[in-house]
């Protein structure tokens, strides 16, 4: 198996599913020549043209509104979001529009759209292009959420998005577009709510999504060092969520931390805690602790921006924590 | 009115399809007021021309979206009585198996991509339905109705943009009925709202909205130049809305005078206007016409006996469509 990275396997996804897939274009802001300021759609256009690899003006609630329209009527887009905070200007179209249009029909018309955009902070861009807004759409009934942790599950997520007949968003981790990981070269998919278990162990489950389950893999290394044993799953998907292997993993270890990158109240880590607590709470024998950024807009300097999100560091720390039965308070 | 007497048979469905508005919308006015119907409804009469005169301009395989104000959108591009009467009372039977409601009634097999609740909500989906139509080489149209209320949000300009860099086949189709929900449209829209889309490119017409026969004869027009690739195209439509902004808005003097809406009521109805012309034409008699309106108003009212008798959903079919297979 090659190694490509994340960039890579999205730009093979969607040129895979194009070849395949006539009714499949792309719409957004320099997604032609640019190739998208991440250059990940670099190449595209040469093979499909300006029809199907379409740049806009900078207009996000118009070329969102338009995919979804095109959806409605037979085709399949893939909308282009150049960074996950502009996820506010389309709120209307996305929430009200796409997500809604199959229920509110009487199940008569579908939106098969897919929604790529990005998530993290640490990239010195400060509050307006650092957000990780997952938690605001996985709130949304009609729409699918997934967070995609490496170039494998990129390219397999991608590929399943575009074939899935409902509005999928996909976070990907703009740090990790350099990241390479083994990438099979033959054609396959990841179906949605399906959890990867990264790691097996056996004292404590680590729960993490997207750019989080590096800094968990990490952080279950060094507690291997301690003598303790972290399980770390991926969920892949937070809507569809796969439930069962998380708890599965939670009755097996009677422990869990839940990593997420979105703000830590009222998120991703709230509403999987709340799950585990709900339906595995006697085999728990600590709270489920929570871990995802600061409650703060993500600040401009390097000195603040690294102390608002979840490191590996602090992971273990708060692991030996609970692992030593202390009782934890949030922060 | 035009002079115009190419087919009788066109200019009788087009009083037909008026008449059914007008009966549908008398019919769900009475079932708010007897309480017979969840929530409330925002009523068409009196702008039934603009749907008629857009909708008979048009094929079951081209797409409209409408909006709050859509009952007469969802009759004229060919919805039957019974199903949106079920859809009012949130019934089984119902278009959208009650899901959606008067406010999102969707008809997919006559190409009515549904109502929507947030004013110009739709001008994204039908620019994108044009946008799709450009892409696959296919040759509908795509109309896209709202109010002169929707001018005022930011969507519309983002969209007529591209529409106009890409010459989408769609018709911006703007229902100026003088009112922007409680508001005269006259203190909420500066300048000219034709000269708007004029602003882009984009060739506006402004029409009588109250007369069916010029609406249909411009939007033919447009339509089949819209077809050849030459969209995208803008008409506001200048008509009236004789209910409140929607059903339980009864007392509004406050932002519109009794005499101004009976003036309109009186002088300027479409259908009475279009009646006129079919006796005055010699292309139906009074009787004749009494008789169409007799036929409508039975019809109307065996569907709402229709819908008010039909059975909810189950209730199991509350989380049933959040999700397509």
Known sequence: MRNITLSQAVNEALAEEMRRDPKVFIIGEDVA??????KVLSGLVEEFGTDRVIDTPIAEPGFMGMAVGAAMTGARPVVDLMFGDFIFLIMDQLCNQAAKTHYMSGGKLTVPLVLRTNLGATRRSAAQHSQSLQALVAHIPGLKVAMPSSAYEAKGLMKTAIRDNNPVVIFEDKLMYQDKAPVPEEEYLIPFGEANVKREGSDITLIATSSMVQVAEKAAETLATEGISAEVIDPRTIVPLDEKTLLDSVRKTSRAIVID???????VTAEIASRLNEKAFYHLDAPVLRMGAMDVPVPFSPALEDITVPTPERVVENARKLCAGELIHAA | MPKAKTNTEDYLRMYRQMVRIRAFEDNANQLYLSAKMPGLTHMYSGEEAVAVGICEALTDDDRITSTHRGHGHCVAK??????????????????????????????QSHGNLGANAIVG????IATGSALRAKLQGSDDVTVCFFGDGATAQGLMYEVMNMAALWNLPVIYACE???????TKTEEIAAGSITARAEAFGIEAHQVDGQDVLAVNDLTQKLVARARKGEGPFFMELMTYRYHGHHVG?????YYRSKDEEKDWKENRDPIIRLRSFLVSEGIATEDEIEAMNAEIEKDAAEAVAYAEAAAYPPVNEVDMHVYAD
Do not use: V, W
């Open chain 2, 176 to 182: 100026n009925n003088g009112y922007s929900e409680y």
């Open chain 1, 261 to 267: 990158e979105g703000h830590q109240s009222y998120g």
């Open chain 1, 33 to 38: 020549e640019a190739g998208t300021p991440f």
């Open chain 2, 121 to 124: 909500g739709s001008m994204g």
């Open chain 2, 78 to 107: 060919g919805a039957e009585f019974k199903e949106m009467f079920c859809e009012l009372l949130g019934k089984a039977e119902g278009y959208c198996r009650g899901k959606g409601g008067s406010m999102h009634i969707a008809d």
């Open chain 2, 249 to 253: 808005d009864i007392n509004r003097e």
